[in-house]
């Protein structure tokens, strides 16, 4: 999968794009990280690619000029998502990273300042993604929680197997980890993982997650058809009152 990244920081992505999965993906060719200079495009000698808003108001706005000609650098893709990360776009959550993963090639525009001029958003962009109920001083993070959310989902970078038990499949959190030595400072690993009963292991597994789950995130409980043995495990959660302090009905 090719990633192009419009920046006016391209450096930010340099040890990142080398680090870890997404640096072994890399260096497997599995996918390639096109950082663009949004300063390259600029037309005068001093490279500037803001200026101040129309109307008044604090803070600089990202020039259509510079913009308009790097997005237009890039290579035709048919279809192709140009995603502008923004506080005021729909929320990234899983289920949209695995749709965006069966993409060929993702455009992510990072914005800086009070963001870029709405004319480049009408023109090219077709999505507009927000990471998170906050403000971040630049898109740069927010592309890298994109690039690594789709990167691990792409087949061939991890174990299918590891994929399968994460948080946010069946709509749960993920069940508490734990590792050698069975005991850390009087703190001991719950005995069900040390018996070898691989299904209940996997029931406990269950418990643990729709309790998380209900302690942490209650939304994502609510208002969906949940698969049947999840469905049973949380009938049996509050069967025995666990979610009544945490205000479940």
């Known amino acids: 999968m090719i990633f192009h990244i419009l920046t006016l920081f391209p450096e930010v992505f340099q040890g990142y794009r080398e680090a870890s999965i997404l640096g072994r993906a890399v260096?497997?060719?599995?996918?390639?990280?096109?950082?663009?200079?949004?300063?390259?495009?600029?037309?005068?000698?001093?490279?500037?690619?803001?200026?101040?808003?129309?109307g008044g108001g604090a803070g600089m706005v990202l020039k259509p000029g510079p913009l308009a000609a790097a997005l237009r650098s890039l290579p035709a893709v048919p279809g192709a998502r140009v995603v502008y990360l923004t506080?005021?776009?729909?929320?990234w959550q899983q289920g949209l990273a695995e749709e965006v993963a069966r993409e060929r090639e993702l455009v992510l525009i990072?914005?800086?300042?009070?963001?870029?001029?709405?004319?480049?958003?009408?023109?090219?962009?077709?999505?507009?993604?927000?990471?998170g109920d906050y403000v971040l001083a630049g898109g740069e993070v927010a592309a890298m929680v994109v690039v690594d959310t789709v990167v691990r989902l792409l087949e061939g970078v991890i174990k299918a197997h590891s994929l399968a038990e994460e948080s946010f499949r069946q709509g749960l959190l993920e069940y508490p980890q734990y590792t050698r030595p069975a005991e850390f400072e009087g703190r001991r690993v719950p005995e069900v993982l040390l018996g070898g009963n691989h299904a209940q292991i996997e029931r406990w597994r269950l418990q643990q997650s729709v309790a998380r789950t209900l302690r942490f995130r209650p939304e994502l409980l609510r208002?969906?058809?949940?698969?049947?043995?999840?469905?049973?495990?949380?009938?049996?959660?509050?069967?025995?009152?666990?979610?009544?302090?945490?205000?479940?009905?």
């Open 27 to 54: 260096g497997q060719g599995q996918v390639e990280l096109r950082l663009i200079d949004i300063r390259d495009f600029a037309g005068d000698r001093h490279r500037t690619c803001d200026d101040y808003t129309y």
């Open 87 to 91: 506080p005021s776009g729909r929320l």
């Open 110 to 131: 990072c914005g800086r300042y009070e963001g870029i001029d709405q004319r480049i958003v009408d023109e090219f962009v077709t999505d507009e993604i927000s990471v």
């Open 223 to 249: 208002g969906r058809e949940l698969p049947a043995e999840v469905a049973a495990a949380l009938r049996e959660h509050r069967q025995r009152g666990d979610g009544e302090e945490h205000g479940q009905d």
